[in-house]
């Protein structure tokens, strides 16, 4: 597995891939150090990541362009290709992602998966809103949450 940090609008972030592809996003890498134990500094192949992050957060990238490999059950990538499905700008509720799925009952279980998004940003999580309309849980913060979405023009407080 390859490496690297890179400096976002949102902090350090922690990314990190393989010859499958890429495998993780942590947004919080001052925590993230121990995971990188055994694996190799990035020597460029993560450059593509970086350029498409930070195309991304200037407004000139709505859609990434990346080999993806999140390591997860059959359920979690269902629920991680149907977020990749979200449009840019635009949020979903979990209910709507479940019916999206067509599984209208297994709201909690796709919030559960939702919330295992080993790929913050790349798979657009931070577009699942709670029904009423509010901000609900994130496993990078509300905060960055709520930058993420206005950064796309969908939460504008």
Known sequence: MHYRYHHSPLGKLLIAGDEQGLRLLHMDAARAWEL??????????????CRQLDEYFA?????FELRLAPAGTAFQRQIWQALQEIPYGRTWSYAELARHIAKPAAVRAVGTANGANPLAIIIPCHRVIGSNGTLTGYAGGLERKQLLLQLEGAWLL
């Open 59 to 63: 407004g000139q990238r709505e859609r």
């Open 36 to 49: 990188v134990h055994g694996w190799q500094a990035d020597q460029g192949e993560l450059d593509d990541v």
